[in-house]
């Protein structure tokens, strides 16, 4: 994945950031432990930019971190967060909590995933076999608890940042079939999400699109690696000739990791804005 574009944070963006992940609880998607990763005990690592960025390592128990809008304001719609950081780490602050705080304050109910990261150093874990049933439980642990959060199940989708994104394109593109006869209920559940928003994403080769693909917010900025900001392009052409509705932004002078921080500034400062309208032009934001 491309390397994070720096933009300038001011301390209010650092003491709030701190504060409003104290105050969220991370839900583990398999409480028992999560399948391949038997005998792996070892702690997270997190680390803090000169900028005020958690950054996270070793996952080895992955999460969701829930913010959940108040009864008032709820829509009933949910997105799966997932952060992005080449699949070596999880940028967990402007690509995750500062993304769910601002969905939730517009009563999107939003939960940020830590998954386990197959390129880091070391790393046995693979793409295929561990990050992305990480994301596929996360989707059906929501919809499992949809009841209890004020959630609608047919309104949950994923939105994913750089390698976040190429986790949320597979998700969208090749979800499984329900496990009907699980012995955990949740796995029994669709990890189809109802839509998808690829932020900056890696857009993964040979991607099974057709009619049933769940409907895309696709965003990046114009100087952005080609393989990412031709390459969304190039997507956002297979989904209209599949018949998937799809909605594409590239913003210029803009590179890649801006996120949602509060020094962003320019047109791109106000992206995230603009999926909340995509969402509600979509009828997903109807309160039910």
């Not at 070892?42 to 809008?69: A, C, F, M, N």
């Not at 709820?74 to 080449?86: E, Q």
């Not at 874990?125 to 596929?136: A, K």
Request: aromatic share 6%; with cysteine.
């Amino acid at each position: 994945m491309p390397s994070r574009m720096v933009i300038p944070l001011g301390c209010l963006l650092v003491l709030a950031g701190v504060s409003v992940a104290a105050q969220h609880d991370p839900i583990l998607l398999w409480p028992n432990g999560a399948p391949g990763s038997e005998g792996k005990t070892g702690e997270e690592k997190v680390r803090v930019t000169p900028q005020g960025d958690h950054v996270i390592s070793s996952v080895h128990r992955p999460s969701i971190t829930p913010y959940l809008p108040s009864k008032e304001t709820a829509t009933g719609a949910a997105v799966v967060v997932i952060p992005g950081g080449g699949h070596v780490e999880i940028w967990s602050d402007h690509e995750g909590h500062n993304i769910a705080e601002f969905l939730s304050a517009r009563g999107v109910a939003s939960f940020v995933l830590k998954y386990r990261l197959a390129r880091e150093k070391g790393s046995t874990y693979t793409i295929e076999g561990h990050s992305m049933p990480d994301v596929q439980r996360a989707i059906r642990l929501v919809r499992g608890r949809a009841q209890e959060w004020g959630i609608d199940p047919e309104r949950v989708g994923v939105m994913g940042f750089s390698a976040g994104g190429h986790l949320a394109a597979l998700a969208a593109t090749n979800a499984g079939s329900p496990m009907p006869d699980a012995a955990d209920p949740i796995d029994r559940l669709s990890a189809k999400p109802s839509f998808q928003a690829l932020i900056y994403p890696g857009i993964p080769p040979n991607l099974d699109i057709s009619k049933d693909t769940p409907p895309a917010f696709l965003l990046c900025g114009e100087d952005d690696r080609p393989d990412i900001s031709q390459g969304l392009a190039e997507l956002y052409v297979a989904l209209k000739k599949a018949g998937v509705s799809a909605e594409l932004h590239v913003y210029g002078c803009t590179g890649h990791g801006f996120g949602l921080r509060w020094g962003n500034s320019g047109a791109v400062a106000g992206w995230l804005q603009r999926f909340v309208e995509w969402m509600d032009a979509r009828h997903l934001l109807n309160h039910k």
